[in-house]
């Protein structure tokens, strides 16, 4: 029962380094996200992929790159990272159509200092 | 555009009283309408959704919500609370495209013994 599986859990960075987050579902799913989570602003979607070899932008992609690997991975890559970018991140998966239930991983806790 | 909107950032309530937690929408037509609930240092778990219907939809852990178009409203209910579900509860709105869900900001959810 892995569902949706992300790495790390938790990690700082110094202002300037990169660093990806990895992200991968066991449940066959075509669309995969990438989320952030601040307080008092909800979840904001960083970006989508619809299927594999696909990705869209979502609301607030700046300073972020994603790549699908294939159908089960989705990783998101912070190239140079800003204190802005302290959040907890949320990678998660559904079948196509907004329809569908979005199952979540359990959240990586970025901080930049 | 569209909106959601969770009036209450915290709710306090005893154990064993009812519960309501409010979400009020702006969409032009029926949208797609969801409510899920994030446990302290967990993702998000679906709690339930209504897509059309009968506007009384029962979820998971004996929780329901009633969706009301006059008052563009989808406000989540219980009728006994338990410490257990102390957590952060989300509505969420989709609407046109296939992958977007609008999220509200969130609702906290406090249990006094």
């Known amino acids: 029962n892995a569902g949706v599986t992300q790495t790390p859990k938790f990690q700082v960075l110094k202002t300037g380094q990169s660093m990806t987050l990895q992200c991968a579902q066991d449940?066959?799913?075509?669309?995969m996200y990438w989320y952030r989570q601040d307080p008092g602003m909800g979840l904001r979607l960083i970006y989508y992929?619809?299927?594999?070899?696909?990705?869209d932008k979502g609301e607030v992609p700046n300073g972020y790159n994603v790549s699908r690997l294939n159908k089960r991975e989705f990783s998101l890559r912070l190239e140079s990272a800003a204190p802005s970018q302290t959040s907890v991140y949320f990678c998660a998966s559904s079948g196509t159509g907004v329809r569908n239930t979005i199952y979540f991983g359990e959240g990586s806790w970025l901080t930049v200092v | 555009a569209q909106s959601v909107t969770q009036p209450d950032i915290h709710i306090t309530v005893s154990e064993g009283a009812s519960l309501e937690l409010r979400c009020n929408y702006s969409?032009?037509?029926?949208?797609?309408l969801f409510w899920y609930v994030q446990s302290p240092g967990q993702g998000l778990q679906l709690l339930l959704k209504?897509?059309?219907?009968d506007t009384l939809v029962q979820g998971i852990k004996g929780f329901e919500a009633e969706f009301k178009r006059s008052q563009s409203s989808f406000n989540l209910r219980k009728p006994s609370v338990h410490w257990s579900d102390a957590a952060e509860y989300f509505c969420?709105?989709?609407?046109?495209?296939?992958?977007?869900?609008?999220w509200g900001a969130g609702t906290k959810l406090i249990i006094k013994p």
């Open positions: 969409y032009g037509a029926t949208p797609y």
């Open positions: 449940m066959n799913h075509n669309s």
């Open positions: 209504y897509f059309s219907g």
């Open positions: 969420a709105v989709g609407a046109g495209s296939n992958y977007q869900l609008i």
């Open positions: 992929s619809a299927s594999e070899g696909t990705t």
